[in-house]
Each structure stands twice: as structure tokens, then as C-alpha cells.
């Protein structure tokens, strides 16, 4: 299969939009399904008031943030088992998955003992008492169903890693249409059910991850792939493959909780100033999220085929990889610019209250401001993750880690001064933060023009030939 998509993309000029957009566009379909799941959250909630869509941001962001360590670290089993895949070698392939499900295993307890902390930190954050308490149900719901994400992560990093994507993204839709009917069901009380309010979108939430992890099960351990990867005989424990999973994988595991870590501080930074700037701020981060979230799918893209364009020695086409992002990403962003700018008031009243809502009124005029800045930064968004995904790609993983997590704690730190000691006021914030978004392209223009990312080696001449019979190294 791995062989079948580079054909397809071989047909399309080395380099090219049109090479690009044949990885990108499934992970892009399937990073808006998540998009979708998360915004319908909240969007359902908007409608009972303005402080349970709040509490819905924060505690689902908080509840994902205890996942994204284990989650990064899982999600190097993608590279390894595509280097199994591609050297013959099928059945250490599921050998992967089962030492990835055990480490799903043991980080569940350890997030469960890490959620008193969480929410001891939700009651000194300074959130408004209407909405601690809707968010702590929120994410006590969704804390305890964090199993599901994990072994969600488990099984797709499989079929992503033999090249099956279109499972990964039949899972992900079921996923998707499941998590929004039961939302509507349980948050208002349909076909019988009483009215759940945020603990049915948590449900909801819950039950969409459970109807995507059963199918991706169904493709794993039924049909050819039980005989063809040796799925009877895997389940034991290889020491060896779980070292290079520690070694190779905690890296990206760590930059995900990181920079994630920071994002939600930042968003608990801005809630903590009230129940009106906290409507603002989750109307405009929502709307920000449709902005980002898709971009990732081209971000994976250019990773990929800047990796195998620099692995053969074509920097030049690499190069042509990159820019190509930068091109596809701005159509999206030039979209989301048109819309932000002529119809502010059109994106925050998607959000209004069924009922009068006196807070939602009070945020509208901060929420538009907001909504409007957005402008300056939709375009710098598709060329970050552009530029992130060429250097990760060439092998500057670790200017790209230390930079982001860099700028995004400094931004914790800059926003705790103007909110804590020099009470400066929202709109003052959302400013810093547009002047951030532009610092973090900055940093990454330039280190991608400095072109040293074209000099780097991850795959040597010298190295052996992986056969059947030799020990698989990573080359990442």
C-alpha cells in the first residue's frame, strides 16, 4: 500500500501542489472530522448559555492535554511500523501494536492519578464559580474515558503506518457522525433521554471515540490482517521495540504536551478575567481551531515528502515541498481571512444563546474585536505549519521543539504580567497574542531560510541495506 501511494504521487511533478495534496487531503478530511466533534461540542452548549460552552473549552482542553505525552509517544509506532512494513518484515508490525497498547495501558492510571491536580488548579485559576463547576464535570467525564483516545491512537498509528488511511478516516467520520447525534440527543433531551446539558456532550464525546475505536478494532483483528501480520503470535512483550519506542517517540511526546500545556494555561489565562471575556475568548479560539486544525493534515504532508525527498539527496525538491504547503495552506487562510473580516458579527452570533443571555450580550463587542484580529495571523498559520513540517521533515526536530515550546511558555509568562500585575485588559492581551503568532513565524522564516535544515543527514550512505534477516534501525 505504502508503494501504491508514492506511485500515485509519482505521476504529479516532484514537489508539486498537486503531489502534495494526495497525502494531505486524507489527513486534512480526517483532522476536520476532530475539528467537527469539538466544535459541535460546543456549539450545542452555547445554546443553554454562555457558561457551559466555556466550561466545555476548558475542560476538554485540559482533559486532551493529560493525553498528548502518551499520545506523541505512541505516535512514533507510525514510523516503525513502516519501516517493518516496507523492509518485508509484517509481523513485527503487530509486535508494534501491542507494545503501543501497553503503554496505553499503563499511562491510563497515571493520567487518573494526575486529574486531582487538574482540577485543583481549575478552583485556583480564578474561574468564575458559574462555570467551575460545569467545568469539572466536564472533564471528570471525559478524564475517565481517556482510555478510548489512547487506544484510538494505538490502532490508527497502525493503518497509518502501512499506508491504510482510508480506514483511519472511515473510523474517524463514523466517529464524528455518532459523537454529533448523540450530542443532540443527550445535551437536550431527544427520543426519550432526559436533557443531560454538558455531561451529555462529554457522553456524546465518549461514545463518537468508542464507535471509531471498534471499527479500527474490527479492521485489525478480523479479516487477512489476523494471518498476513502474524496477530496471533504478537501478543508479548519485546523489549527491544519498546526501548525504540521510548527512545524515538518521547521526544515528540514531550513538545506535544509542552507547547499543548501552554495553550491551555493561555486559555485559562484569559477565562480567569470573567464570564465575559471568557465568552469571547472561547468564541474566538473555536473559530480559531477551524482555522488551525485542518492545516495539520497539509503539516503531516510536508513532513513526509520533505523526509523522502531529503532522504534522496533532492534538497531543491524539498525545498519546492515546502512552498507548495505555503501554497495550499494560504488558500484555506485566504478563506478563513474573507470570512473573518466581512462577517465577524455573522461567526459570533453562531454562538448565541437560545435564551437571552445577558453575558453573551456583554462579550459580543469584545468577541467581534477579537474575531476581526484574527485576520492578521489566519495567513502566518499556513505558513508556520508549512515551514514546522519542512524543518521536522529535513531532521531539525529539535530547533523546531525548543522554539515552539520556547515561545509558547514566554507567552504564558508575558500574559500572567499584563493580566496579574499590571491589569491590563483583555483586548491588550488578544493584541500580545497577535504579536506572538508573528514573533513564532519570524523565528521559523528565518531558521528555514538559513538553510541549514539542507545539510542534515538522518539517513546515511554507509548504513546496511535492511533485509529480512537484519535487526531494523531507525532512521529518524
Request: hydrophobic share 50%.
Amino acid at each position: 500500500m505504502i508503494e501504491e501511494t508514492y506511485n500515485k504521487t509519482a505521476k504529479y511533478a516532484s514537489g508539486s501542489v498537486r503531489e502534495l495534496l494526495v497525502i494531505a487531503l486524507p489527513m486534512m478530511a480526517s483532522s476536520v472530522c476532530d475539528t467537527v466533534m469539538t466544535f459541535t461540542d460546543r456549539l450545542f452548549l452555547s445554546k443553554l448559555g454562555s457558561s457551559q460552552m466555556n466550561a466545555a473549552l476548558g475542560g476538554g482542553m485540559t482533559s486532551f492535554m493529560l493525553t498528548t505525552f502518551f499520545i506523541g509517544l505512541i505516535g512514533y509506532s507510525t514510523a516503525l511500523i513502516g519501516q517493518y512494513y516496507g523492509a518485508g518484515r509484517k509481523s513485527n508490525c503487530s509486535v508494534v501494536v501491542t507494545q503501543t497498547a501497553v503503554f496505553a495501558l499503563i499511562a491510563y492510571p497515571i493520567i487518573l492519578l494526575i486529574a486531582p491536580l487538574v482540577r485543583a488548579s481549575f478552583r485556583s485559576s480564578g474561574i468564575a464559580p458559574e462555570q467551575l463547576g460545569l467545568q469539572i464535570i466536564y472533564f471528570n467525564i471525559l478524564v475517565y474515558g481517556a482510555i478510548v483516545t489512547l487506544l484510538r491512537n494505538v490502532f490508527s498509528c497502525f493503518f497509518s503506518g502501512i499506508g491504510r488511511t482510508r480506514t483511519v478516516m472511515v473510523a474517524s467520520v463514523t466517529a464524528m457522525l455518532v459523537n454529533v447525534v448523540a450530542n443532540y440527543i443527550l445535551i437536550f433531551g431527544h427520543c426519550g433521554f432526559q436533557p443531560l446539558g454538558i455531561s451529555g456532550a462529554a457522553y456524546g464525546t465518549i461514545t463518537g471515540g468508542v464507535c471509531g475505536l471498534l471499527i479500527l478494532m474490527a479492521a485489525y483483528f478480523f479479516g487477512n490482517k489476523h494471518k498476513e501480520y502474524g496477530i496471533g503470535s504478537s501478543y508479548r512483550i519485546d523489549l527491544d521495540v519498546m526501548r525504540k519506542l521510548l527512545k524515538f517517540g518521547y521526544p515528540a511526546g514531550l513538545e506535544f504536551f509542552l507547547t499543548l500545556s501552554a495553550f491551555t494555561a493561555i486559555i485559562m489565562l484569559f477565562q480567569s478575567l470573567g464570564q465575559t471575556v471568557a465568552t469571547a475568548a472561547t468564541i474566538t479560539f473555536n473559530w480559531d481551531m477551524v482555522a488551525y486544525v485542518p492545516l495539520i493534515g497539509i503539516e503531516i504532508a510536508v513532513t513526509s515528502l520533505v523526509g523522502r525527498y531529503m532522504g534522496a539527496r533532492q534538497p531543491d525538491t524539498a525545498h519546492h515541498v515546502a512552498m507548495s504547503g505555503v501554497k495550499a495552506g494560504s488558500v484555506y487562510s485566504i478563506i478563513m481571512l474573507v470570512l473573518v473580516v466581512a462577517f465577524p458579527n455573522l461567526l459570533v452570533n453562531v454562538f448565541r444563546p437560545d435564551t437571552n443571555d445577558v453575558i453573551f450580550m456583554k462579550a459580543m463587542p469584545l468577541t467581534v474585536f477579537m474575531v476581526r484580529l484574527m485576520s492578521l495571523y489566519v495567513l502566518l498559520e499556513a505558513m508556520i505549519v508549512a515551514l514546522c513540517g519542512a524543518l521536522r521533515g529535513a531532521g531539525d526536530t529539535f530547533f523546531a521543539m525548543c522554539m515552539s515550546v520556547t515561545l509558547h511558555w514566554l507567552m504564558v509568562g508575558i500574559l500572567f504580567v499584563m493580566f496579574r500585575v499590571m491589569h491590563c485588559s483583555a483586548e491588550a492581551g488578544w493584541v500580545a497574542m497577535i504579536l506572538w503568532f508573528m514573533v513564532l513565524f519570524f523565528a521559523f522564516c528565518m531558521r528555514y531560510r538559513s538553510g541549514k535544515w539542507r545539510n542534515i543527514q538522518i539517513i546515511h550512505d554507509t548504513e546496511p541495506v535492511i533485509s529480512e534477516d537484519s535487526e531494523v534501525t531507525s532512521t529518524l
